[in-house]
């Protein structure tokens, strides 16, 4: 299995509604980052969140981490028919800096 | 707010030739990364650079590929003789520091016909 795998592969969602993404990982990391893609874009950081951090606010996104179970989840509260797009976590152990991503939940909000 | 630049957007080159995709890093930043995204699939790193030398590749950054930052700013890839699996969508990223947030630039999608 891979480093860093989210589900739902795919999520449909009515506007306002809160939308909830999941990633797990299988090695220990350093930081776990969630990223978000626009169809053909680049990929825009939205949240880092360290390995001895539990849960972090960032204005209507929040992520928690739980490294016993080696998972995290991303909530978008609120969310808005831009908010639709591809989003990814990704992870880094440490010494080694490069990201290890999953191959992302594709979230459509309904306007 | 600073951004990752890169160049071309868009590439399209004929199997075996040399391409070189650039990008800008964000000026005070140190480690500078090469991703690659192939279409429906998940964004795979390729090699990593700090202190103009390589810090770690991955499996898939073979001797076709080579890295260089000619001058202060630019950060380049090179793939020497292009294959049609080297089609995907290349991100350049950059790092104030190690162990965190990556910037990423837009890309530049690269088609070998």
């Known amino acids: 299995s891979q480093q860093g795998e989210e589900d739902p592969q795919a999520l449909s969602i009515q506007e306002g509604e809160n939308a909830t993404m999941n990633c797990s990982y299988k090695?220990?990391?350093?930081?776990l980052q969630w990223y978000r893609q626009n169809s053909g874009r680049g990929l825009v950081h939205l949240i880092l969140?360290?390995?001895?951090?539990r849960e972090k606010h960032s204005g209507r996104l929040r992520v928690t981490l739980d490294t016993s179970k080696k998972s995290s989840s991303l909530l978008i509260t609120a969310s808005r028919a831009a908010d639709t797009a591809s989003y990814f976590c990704a992870t880094d152990g440490g010494a080694n800096s490069k990201l290890t991503f999953g191959k992302g939940i594709t979230l459509s909000v309904r306007p | 707010e600073p951004e990752v630049t890169q160049t071309p957007s868009h590439q399209v080159t004929q199997m075996g030739q040399e391409v070189i995709l650039r990008c800008v890093p964000i000026s005070n930043h140190l480690y500078f990364y090469w991703y690659r995204q192939i279409l429906g699939q998940k964004v795979e790193f390729l090699v990593s650079f700090y202190n103009n030398e390589i810090s770690e590749k991955s499996e898939i950054f073979d001797d076709q590929f080579s890295v260089e930052r000619p001058d202060g700013s630019n950060f380049t890839l090179k793939i020497r003789s292009t294959k049609l699996e080297d089609s995907a969508m290349y991100f350049c990223?950059?790092?104030?520091?190690?162990?965190?947030?990556?910037?990423f630039g837009p890309g530049t999608r690269l088609l070998v016909l």
């Open positions: 090695t220990s990391i350093n930081n």
């Open positions: 969140i360290r390995s001895n951090e």
């Open positions: 990223a950059s790092s104030p520091r190690t162990e965190g947030t990556q910037y």
